[in-house]
């Protein structure tokens, strides 16, 4: 079932959307909030609109490279997906740590996390996906962005 290239890019996509979704769920209105409003925040900080163009195409982006990335390797290959699942999970805890329980600095460390991951599938691969890697690269400068932001909020806050 899943050496269907089509299949593999939809179950990436539908697990790369609900890590949207949660992350939204869990950030209980985070940007919208006076706690955040109220942060000094980076002269760099996108409107709030652009986070959601930008998180959309980036998953969309990097379920295209992931199912790549499972065409090279055995599909459910445990070192890539437990890479993956990790992933996700950092994704999803920085919104519950950073807006929901105001932990900025903990926010840091997950997204650096995060960042070091992405950094990692972006440059350990770039030998077996080739051209496919600038699928990745949105979410590598996304995240770059996002740290910068979040660090921001922790140093001058």
């Known amino acids: 079932m899943f050496q269907n290239k089509y299949v593999r890019f939809l179950t990436f996509l539908v697990v790369n959307f609900l890590a949207l ?21 980076a002269p760099w900080t996108p409107a709030n609109w652009v986070f959601g163009v930008a998180w959309s195409s980036i998953m969309f982006c990097f379920s295209f490279y992931m199912t790549k990335l499972s065409l090279e390797y055995y599909y459910l290959d445990i070192k890539l997906i437990t890479l ?51 699928l990745i690269v949105p979410y590598l400068i996304w995240m770059t962005i996002a740290t910068s932001l979040n660090a921001y909020i922790v140093f001058y806050n």
């Open 21 to 41: 979704g949660l992350g939204v769920l869990l950030m209980n209105n985070g940007p919208q909030t006076e706690w955040y409003k109220t942060l000094n925040q």
């Open 84 to 134: 993956f699942t990790v992933q996700w999970f950092l994704n999803v805890s920085w919104n519950y740590f950073f807006f929901n329980q105001h932990l900025t600095e903990l926010g840091l460390v997950v997204i650096t996390l995060l960042w070091l991951l992405i950094g990692y599938f972006t440059f350990n691969h770039l030998k077996k996906v080739k051209w496919y890697t600038l």
